[in-house]
Structures are given as structure tokens and as C-alpha cells.
């Protein structure tokens, strides 16, 4: 039987190797830094850090073929991938730099994407499966989506 401690994994081997949840992954951002306590932080630096991550603004950047989340120091901190087939915009692809992740980035990104979209007078092809899962999720966002003619 392994030896487990409170807040930490399982002292076997097949454990050590394990990489979830301290996890190292690569992104176009780089490596990921593994998990980290956020136990020392005071709950002011906390709220400090939220409430810059919502005051990010999305910019289309079509040279790119990318909408961008930028943050108020005008650092790219996540983009929504697309291409514009006919009269689609067809989402590929939806990132955010794993050390912004968790403050409503993404959300904050692709509705504001499928609100230029809608103002454009286009269709939604969702290949995306982050921008998949919030169109169902957002049921005023439905007429976007795209029917192909039966």
C-alpha cells in the first residue's frame, strides 16, 4: 500500500511519474511552469491580478489570422486562430499563456471574436473545441453557427 501524505501525491513509482496535476507542457507561449501554491499570497495581490486579467482588450489582427486578447500593458496574453472561408469564419484553434489562465480570458476572447463575427454579417464554422464548447454553452450565440444546405 503506498505511503500518502495530505497535499502531496502517492510516494510509489508510477506515481513519481505521473504528471498531472504539477505537470510540465509546452504551448507556442514555451514550457509551463509546474503548479503552484498559492497559500502565501494575500488575497490583495490576488484581487490585484484578477482585476487586470479582465481588463484585457481583443483586437483582430487578420494578417495573423488570429484575434488577440491583449492585456492593458499590451502583451498578447491568449488568441483565437481562424480562417475565413466564403462568408465562414472557421475557428481553429484557442490559446491562452498558461500563467493567465483562470481569469475568464478565453471566454472574455472568443466572445468578443463571435461579436466581430456577427458584426461582419458572417457564419461560425467552430473546429475550435474551447470555441465549440462555449457556443453551447451560450444559447444567444446559436444563429452564428453555420448549417451546411441539405
Known amino acids: ?10 510516494r510509489t513509482p508510477d506515481a513519481e511519474k505521473a504528471r498531472a496535476p504539477g505537470r510540465v507542457s509546452t504551448s507556442r507561449y514555451g514550457e509551463s511552469m509546474p503548479s503552484v501554491s498559492h497559500q502565501g499570497w494575500s488575497s490583495a ?11 484585457v482588450q481583443v483586437r483582430d489582427a487578420p494578417d495573423e489570422h488570429r484575434f ?3 492585456s492593458p500593458e499590451g502583451v498578447v496574453v491568449g488568441f483565437a486562430m481562424y480562417d475565413t472561408i466564403g462568408g465562414s469564419v472557421v475557428f ?9 489562465e483562470g481569469h475568464g480570458i478565453a ?5 468578443a471574436a463571435l461579436d466581430a463575427v456577427r458584426e461582419s ?8 473545441p474551447y470555441v465549440k464548447a462555449w457556443l453551447a454553452r451560450h444559447p444567444d450565440y446559436q444563429d452564428l453557427i ?3 444546405p441539405s
Open 107 to 111: 471566454s472574455t476572447l472568443v466572445r
Open 1 to 10: 500500500m503506498p505511503t500518502i501524505d495530505i497535499g502531496s501525491r502517492a
Open 92 to 100: 481553429t484553434h484557442t490559446e491562452v499563456d498558461p500563467r493567465f
Open 146 to 148: 453555420h448549417h451546411a
Open 68 to 70: 488577440e486578447a491583449v
Open 121 to 128: 454579417g458572417r457564419d461560425v464554422v467552430a473546429f475550435c
Open 45 to 55: 495581490l490576488r484581487c490585484l491580478t484578477i482585476k487586470v486579467m479582465m481588463d
